[in-house]
């Protein structure tokens, strides 16, 4: 049966702050230091993140508890509200206490009674809106010959070309796995030549995006909320995926989800941050190389985007 995809406004990430009493929402609302500094204790089977001895809580209110698998991840949380500034602390400045109680409360909010969980999108309609931007891709969007005097077309025909390859073969071969295609057919991405396209809107087949939302359903929720932060904040679901590919460590997970049409460890696929920064943002840097750009703005900018994608790499690993 083909699911039914039924495209949403895109919202952004919920934010820290709600009413409900939480050190989280608390930080969000005062913007000032009230803790000495972040621990870590293994509770049972879960790591429960610390401050002067009192269990976190998300903005839901569930305690911020990580698997054993996320020890890693906790540790760095842990670091993240020791380290914080005295003064005029925003919650910006806490990426992967943020990706990790977003984790939380989307797999909880159905066990909260508050607002904010009933305005909470459910996993489903999230999966929807980022399935979205496969449409949009900016990998899958070719400038003219003309633009930049034809070096941007060329950097991307070099870089695009092969993730586009890439990536059909890779869901190609996770469909015929799971029997979605039959083996005589292939995944086709479905890609914007601006040359010859004109100015249109993309728009992936219906076969692609069951398919690709089938795998979406295989992922576990960090790597789910990673993805969505690495789509959200390079808006390209291949940079998403290949993220994900590129920072999980779990051998079984690598094996099954993101590494389906690879044979040994030795080809696994993988992009750096750098690599996927230039992928995403190719367009902008060719644009600020011809027309220059506001003195500070781009290292800023890339500032934001190592920040954002380091941090969806750490909540994956």
């Known amino acids: 049966m083909i699911r039914t995809i039924r495209w949403l406004s ?3 990430l919920v934010p820290l702050e709600s ?14 230091r009230f803790w000495k500094s972040g621990n870590v204790i293994l509770n049972k089977d879960k790591y429960e993140i610390q401050l002067d001895g009192k269990t976190l809580r998300t903005p839901l209110g569930f305690p911020l508890e990580l698997p054993e698998r996320k020890k890693q991840l906790a ?6 509200w020791t380290n914080l500034p005295d003064i ?6 806490l990426p992967l206490t943020a990706l990790a109680t977003r984790a939380i409360d989307l797999s909880k909010h159905h066990l ?16 929807l809106q980022m399935l979205r931007y496969l449409d949009t891709d900016t990998c899958l969007i070719f400038a003219t010959n003309k633009e930049c005097d034809g070096k941007l077309r060329k950097r991307q025909e070099e870089i695009y070309r092969p993730l586009i390859a890439e990536f059909n ?17 292939k995944v086709d991405l479905v890609y914007l030549d601006c040359e010859t396209d004109g100015l249109r809107g993309n728009q992936q ?18 790597d789910l909320i990673a993805l969505e932060k690495t789509i959200l904040t390079s808006k390209s679901f291949l940079c998403g995926v290949a993220l994900l590919r590129s920072n999980v460590n779990d051998e079984k997970t690598l094996k099954d989800v993101y590494q389906v049409n690879k044979n040994s460890v030795d080809d696994y696929y993988h992009k750096s941050l750098e690599e996927l920064i230039e992928l995403a943002n190719l367009e902008t840097i060719f644009q600020t190389g011809e027309w220059g750009e506001v003195e500070d703005t781009h290292d800023v900018d890339k500032h934001d985007w190592l920040r954002n994608l380091a941090s969806a790499a750490l909540v994956c690993h």
Not at 20 to 31: C, D, H, M, V, W
Not at 88 to 93: D, E, Y
Not at 112 to 127: N, P, R, T
Not at 172 to 182: C, E, N, S
């Open 10 to 12: 895109r919202a952004p």
């Open 205 to 222: 087949g219906e076969k692609t995006q069951e398919i690709v939302l089938d795998w979406l359903d295989q992922l576990p929720i960090y």
């Open 75 to 80: 540790f760095l949380i842990a670091h993240e």
């Open 88 to 93: 005029k602390v925003k919650s910006s400045t």
């Open 19 to 32: 009413n409900i009493q939480s050190e989280t929402n608390k930080l969000a609302k005062t913007g000032s």
């Open 112 to 127: 909260s009674e508050s607002e904010k969980a009933k305005e909470m999108l459910a996993l489903e309609d999230i999966k």
């Open 169 to 185: 073969d890779f869901f190609t071969a996770y469909a015929h796995k799971k029997k979605l295609l039959p083996e005589n057919e």
